[in-house]
């Protein structure tokens, strides 16, 4: 069953650094989504994107954040200059068509931690 | 924002036994989705319903959609250790390429 995979799994990183986030999103899907869940927090919606281009953003994806899909296969999330805020697991999703009418299928998440 | 409220916030059960949780929209549902999520893993996605009334199943697990009450019900039979986990539930907005907005998730230990 195809499925979305993200990597690095687990990534380590000193405050200031930049760090990229890699996603695989399953190929026929069109619509693609990052969200992040801090440690026995809920699962909150970052960014999704569309057709190459960013539909929607919450509060918490601002400057320093920036998404890109610089192939057919990748889906990137970039985080310019990390802040130990920032440690979080972050999840890949996507899905075949958007509105109400399929599921997201989320990636096992990448593990940003900030020192 | 859509906030889902999930009840109970945890659950430990015998194995053998039968389970209800719930998840409780503030605002009108269009669509729920339940997933499943293992600690420090991704969401699996377990059932998604759309229409008032809807109810489904898969194995043991049955979800149902009461759009009057703007809530939805996971009723897990005869619970196995296998079912231990955090269910999420997430709702959509209208329109196309909406997001969904999960609630805080409830943790199930089913204990053997």
């Known amino acids: 069953e195809p499925e979305v995979t993200q990597t690095p799994s687990h990534q380590v990183t000193q405050m200031g650094q930049e760090v990229i986030l890699r996603c695989v999103p399953i190929s026929n899907h069109l619509y693609f989504y990052w969200y992040r869940q801090i440690l026995g927090q809920k699962v909150e919606f970052l960014v999704s994107?569309?057709?190459?281009?960013?539909?929607?953003k919450s509060e918490i994806f601002d400057d320093q954040f920036s998404v890109e899909r610089p192939d057919g296969s990748n889906f990137t999330l970039k985080i310019r200059s990390t802040k130990l805020e920032d440690s979080a697991m972050y999840f890949c999703?996507?899905?075949?068509?958007?509105?109400?009418?399929?599921?997201?299928?989320f990636g096992n998440g990448t593990r940003l931690t900030v020192t | 924002s859509q906030e889902l409220e999930q009840s109970p916030q945890s659950l430990i059960v015998q194995e053998g036994k039968n389970l209800t949780i719930n998840c409780t929209s503030s605002?009108?549902?269009?669509?729920l989705y339940w997933y499943k999520q293992k600690y420090g893993e991704g969401l699996i996605f377990l059932m998604m319903?759309?229409?008032?009334?809807e109810e489904k199943s898969h194995e043991k697990i049955t979800a149902k959609l009461d759009e009057k009450k703007q809530q939805s019900s996971l009723h897990i039979t005869a619970s196995q250790p296998s079912h231990a986990g955090i269910y999420l539930c997430g709702a959509d907005r209208t329109g196309a390429n909406s997001k969904l907005t999960f609630g805080k998730g409830i943790t199930l230990s089913v204990r053997p």
């Open positions: 994107f569309y057709n190459n281009e960013i539909s929607e």
């Open positions: 605002k009108t549902l269009y669509g």
């Open positions: 319903l759309q229409k008032g009334g």
């Open positions: 999703a996507s899905r075949v068509e958007g509105g109400y009418n399929s599921p997201l299928h």
